[in-house]
């Protein structure tokens, strides 16, 4: 009796490298850019529900009318304090007011550029470009998130900027969301290693604000970080980072020629108090300012605000650098350019009100979200972050369009 032909079992152990023996698990190609802006389209669009809804209850508080309010009467209540400047320079220049040429010339410029091809003059050219610009700062930090930390580090990082108290001022007339766009897209090119990329979009930061200059401080130390430390390994492309001044230096062209000053946008200042202080007086003024009125006071709310926010900032600021949740070292970048945000927001002074608008202007600590959000890897935190802050910005949101005081 003959033997079979064929055992199975040898040909189980070797099977023939050419022919692949049952399933095979293939994976997913990732494409983080396609995730960033899902995960910036979910936020950006219950952001803006969240802003119409509480918009529209505002409209209908400060007015007593029982009858619905159109998306029109709901902008014009976006159009308070600062982005009816905004707007105005759009449509008429900076001869308009002494005070006009504080505010950097890029967004107007965008304004001006939209109006002509949109419906509704220069406050709806204005919200394009700032809730267009708002969804890019969503998408952009999410991938310098996920750069550094990873997809759900990332997802949290957007959600916590649009539930940041202030955010609301992302997505109406204002050139915060112009601002971080470029500024946060400036960093992650720096960290990709596309320098020019990166000067050139800090070049427009210090166009759209004057802090734009100090991102040319994490964008060196970055560059030194990539070249090891060794000035003989410098190349051409160290040239990049130095764009970042040209903005500025183009506005203060433009004022000489204009305005008879090179500096007329820091001349201008003086019509709004705005003055610098020894690094941390600021701080140490508004919590004078705190003591020194009645609880319920406007400049003592306004004093608990900024003061608050920015110490919150700073504690979440050493917790990057100490503790469970601190950065490495090639982070440092990160830890460079909040750390220089939020001292110059302590030693700046505008009016009677110290540090005014220092609340709004911690969203520009890009470190702090960070880290904020490898804390919400933790269900009570992520929950804590969200519902707070939510709560609070829409209290502030109906603040802000009643009229009455500038909560930033």
Not at 123 to 128: I, P, Q, R, W, Y
Not at 243 to 266: H, K, N, R, T
């Amino acid at each position: 009796m003959t033997a079979p032909a064929v055992i199975a079992p040898a040909r189980t152990a070797e099977p023939d490298p050419g022919r692949i023996a049952g399933p095979v698990f293939v994976a997913p190609v990732r494409r983080p850019w396609r995730s960033a802006l899902l995960v910036a389209l979910a936020v950006w669009s219950s952001s803006l529900v969240v802003h119409v809804l509480v918009g529209a209850l505002a409209w209908l508080a400060d007015r007593g009318d029982a009858s619905a309010p159109g998306l029109s009467s709901i902008a014009l209540g976006w159009n308070g304090w600062d982005a009816a400047h905004y707007v105005t320079i759009a449509e008429a220049g900076y001869h308009v007011g002494p005070g006009y040429p504080a505010f950097f010339p890029l967004y107007p410029m965008l304004i001006h550029a939209a109006d002509p091809v949109l419906p509704g003059g220069g406050l709806v050219a204005a919200l394009v470009i700032a809730n267009a610009a708002a969804y890019g700062v969503l998408a952009v930090l999410y991938r310098l998130a996920d750069h550094e930390f990873g997809p759900r580090v990332a997802r949290r990082a957007a959600w916590y900027l649009a539930a940041f108290p202030m955010a609301f001022f992302l997505f109406i007339g204002y050139n915060e969301s112009l601002f971080l766009l470029l500024a946060i897209g400036a960093l992650y090119a720096g960290r990709r290693g596309h320098w020019w990329l990166a000067g050139t979009l800090g070049a427009l930061s210090s166009a759209t604000r004057l802090f734009g200059l100090l991102l040319i401080v994490p964008l060196a130390v970055e560059y030194l970080r990539q070249v090891g430390w060794r000035p003989s390994r410098i190349r051409p492309d160290v040239l990049g980072p130095a764009l970042v001044p040209l903005g500025v230096a183009g506005y203060s062209l433009y004022c000489l020629v204009e305005l008879g000053s090179p500096i007329q946008f820091s001349i201008a200042q003086d019509q709004w108090g705005r003055r610098y202080t020894f690094p941390g007086e600021a701080w140490l003024i508004s919590v004078r300012q705190i003591a020194g009125h009645g609880p319920l006071d406007k400049p003592t709310i306004g004093a608990i605000l900024d003061a608050g926010t920015i110490l919150i900032a700073v504690v979440l600021l050493v917790l990057c650098v100490k503790g469970p949740f601190k950065f490495r070292r090639d982070q440092v970048y990160l830890v460079v350019q909040a750390g220089i945000t939020l001292l110059m927001l302590m030693s700046t002074e505008v009016g009677g009100r110290s540090m005014q608008s220092a609340a709004r202007y911690a969203m520009e600590a890009v470190a702090v979200f960070l880290v904020l959000a490898r804390m919400g890897a933790s269900e009570t935190v992520d929950r804590a972050v969200l519902m707070v802050g939510v709560a609070l910005q829409s209290v502030f949101l109906v603040i802000f369009m009643a009229g009455t005081f500038l909560v930033a």
